[in-house]
């Protein structure tokens, strides 16, 4: 049996075409996938060389369906039950694990688990991960599109979860991009009174102000450091966060943050690349810099569980609903900022 499937032939070459549909593992499932994300991370990887020539390749990680088929030798789950499938796979077994942390889990053998075949009608999921856990039951009353959304919210909530954000915290966000505006949202929910959004597309950040922030800036209008501190009484904010995959921004955010404040890397810059810091303002300023990336076991169900409640708008960050064949021109809508969150429907 065949499936519709957009493979990854190179660089920004991605083609809609009919598959082989997986086979069902024997301790395993076939999933067939009613909603798909497409996220900032898959955008990049299909647009650049992601895969050093090892093509084609199906990305696609925010991924939420129906089990269509079990193999003889599963039992968790039955035919017809919709699924959330959280994409990071940890050990749980490992120092990094045990530690809280399984966002940095160093067990190489449970690394290939990372679920990614999204941008397709079907996905197979093995048996190991189904026994490694990080998959989770959508409610019937609970549409599919905003059960996609708990994978993009997850990072988001780990990461204000992990510095505190909340009340009576100015908050600075760099990135009025999807993530950007996840994050706006869950920290005025979390209590921070005041956030000051920054980015070079006013569209983006006309839609921002939807999400909860309160001022914005147009970085390339006005020069954000001095815009910061403007804003702040020259004091400068409580924490700054960069979501941006630019060194620039991480360069300019030490420089927004007050006195004994904390700044966030979030984005992630290209590889290799190197970001300038002026480590005599972090020292006398006595300036924090955490990295961040991922989310423990803990926080994805708590995040997922955060995107299906009443309590978050979460539908309200999904600007358009495309079919899958329209993958490329759901790539355009994002990289312009005219899209928000982009949800494709593979069987449309």
Not at 186 to 199: E, N, S, V, Y
Not at 210 to 225: A, L, M, Q, Y
Not at 277 to 288: E, K, S
Request: hydrophobic fraction near 40%; charge should be neutral; glycine fraction near 10%.
């Amino acid at each position: 049996m065949e499936m519709k499937a957009a493979l990854m032939y190179g660089p920004n070459d991605i083609r809609v075409e009919m598959v082989e549909k997986p086979t069902c593992p024997v301790d395993g499932l076939i999933l067939k996938i009613m909603a798909v994300g497409l996220c900032g991370s898959d955008i990049r990887n299909l647009t650049s060389d992601s895969r050093k020539g090892n093509y084609p390749f199906i990305y696609g990680h925010e991924i939420v369906g129906i089990v269509d088929e079990t193999g003889p030798k599963e039992s968790k789950y039955q035919v017809g039950e919709r699924l959330f499938l959280f994409p990071g796979t940890y050990c749980m077994e490992c120092e990094e694990c045990i530690s809280g942390h399984s966002e940095n889990c160093s067990n190489t053998e449970v690394a290939h688990l990372a679920g990614t075949g999204g941008f397709a009608q079907f996905v197979a999921v093995s048996g190991e991960k189904i026994r490694r856990g990080g998959i989770y039951k959508i409610p019937v009353n609970v549409s599919f599109e905003a059960a996609s959304l708990g994978e993009p919210l997850t990072s988001v909530f780990a990461c204000l979860e992990n510095v505190n954000v909340g009340y009576p915290d100015t908050l600075v966000i760099i990135g009025a991009g999807p993530i950007g505006c996840f994050m706006a949202q869950l920290a005025k929910h979390r209590g921070a009174q005041r956030i000051i959004m920054l980015d070079l597309n006013d569209r983006r950040l006309e839609m921002a102000k939807n999400f909860g922030v309160d001022v914005t800036v147009n970085s390339s209008k006005e020069d954000p450091i001095q815009a910061v501190l403007r804003l702040t009484n020259q004091k400068g904010a409580d924490k700054v966060i960069s979501a941006t995959p630019a060194n620039t921004t991480q360069t300019q955010s030490i420089h927004m943050v007050k006195k004994g404040g904390l700044v966030v890397f979030f984005g992630g810059v290209p590889k290799g690349s190197m970001t300038e810091l002026d480590c005599n303002l972090i020292h006398y300023n006595n300036i924090w810099i955490k990295g961040h990336f991922g989310a423990s076991y803990s926080q994805s169900q708590r995040a997922y569980q955060l995107a299906i409640s009443p309590s978050f708008p979460t539908e309200k960050f999904i600007t358009h609903i495309l079919p899958l064949n329209k993958i490329n021109e759901g790539i355009q809508l994002t990289k312009t900022g005219e899209a928000i969150k982009v949800v494709l429907h593979p069987w449309d």
